[in-house]
Antibody, heavy 118, light 107 residues
Framework: EVQLVESGGGLVQPGRSVRLSCAASGFKFDDHAMHWVRQAPGKGLEWVSSINWNSGSLEYADSVKGRFTVSRDNAKNSLYLQMNSLRPEDTALYYC???????????WGQGTLVTVSS | EIVLTQSPGTLSLSPGERATLSCRAS???????LAWYQQKPGQAPRLLIY???SRATGIPDRFSGSGSGTDFTLTISRLEPEDFAVYYCQQYGSSFTFGGGTKVEIK
């Protein structure tokens, strides 16, 4: 059974940093792209970042480019999102999603909430 | 960036009725790169349809997808109580984008 468990969220002040983690199990992690998707409270889904199986291809939404960095550790079956220079508009539930091919999100975690506020 | 516009914003229907949800793209999208997701309150999204018309594993056949170019449709042939949720379309062109969602609510 595929399981994705996000962690690292919480309350953070504007301008500060936080690192999210996603622990994956139940599939061959290093065979798949992985993604981060966020959802602001009461709003829709917004893609944030993607990383291919060997970290050779990284993509970012314009809204986070230059501030967020995606990475993975295939030996640890883990995905990460380093979030710097946080803004109130980054407040959201951050989901980790397993990739199918490059462009589909076929399994999702339950998310970790990041709240950016002073 | 390709913008996806979903309509209607809210669809009020009764169980057993047919639901037709629209997703319109600001420019042509490859059908192979168009997907639909379902999200129930308090839950993560779930992949329903990929390649515009192929059902994901375990998705009942009352769900069907169609369309090409800039116009795509998700149809639920007969609504079951568990189908009342928010539905999102998603595409991958030069980047990933989601539509704003359609809420299917009980009338």
């Amino acid at each position: 059974e595929v399981q994705l468990v996000e962690s690292g969220g919480g309350l953070v002040q504007p301008g500060r940093s936080v690192r999210l983690s996603c622990a994956a199990s139940g599939f061959k992690f290093d065979d798949h792209a992985m993604h981060w998707v966020r959802q602001a409270p009461g709003k829709g889904l917004e893609w944030v970042s993607s990383i291919n199986w060997n970290s050779g291809s990284l993509e970012y939404a314009d809204s986070v480019k230059g501030r967020f960095t995606v990475s993975r550790d295939n030996a640890k079956n883990s995905l990460y999102l380093q979030m710097n220079s946080l803004r109130p508009e980054d407040t959201a539930l951050y989901y980790c999603a397993k990739g199918r091919l490059w462009h589909l999100f076929d399994y999702w975690g339950q998310g970790t909430l990041v709240t950016v506020s002073s | 960036e390709i913008v996806l516009t979903q309509s209607p914003g809210t669809l009020s229907l009764s169980p057993g009725e047919r639901a037709t949800l629209s997703c319109r793209a600001s420019q042509s999208v490859s059908s192979s790169l168009l997907a639909w997701y379902q999200q129930k309150p308090g839950q993560a999204p779930r992949l329903l349809i990929y390649g515009a018309s192929s059902r994901a594993t375990g998705i009942p056949d009352r769900f069907s997808g169609s369309g090409s170019g800039t116009d795509f449709t998700l149809t639920i042939s007969r609504l079951e109580p568990e189908d009342f949720a928010v539905y999102y379309c998603q595409q991958y062109g030069s980047s990933f984008t989601f539509g704003g969602g359609t809420k299917v609510e009980i009338k």
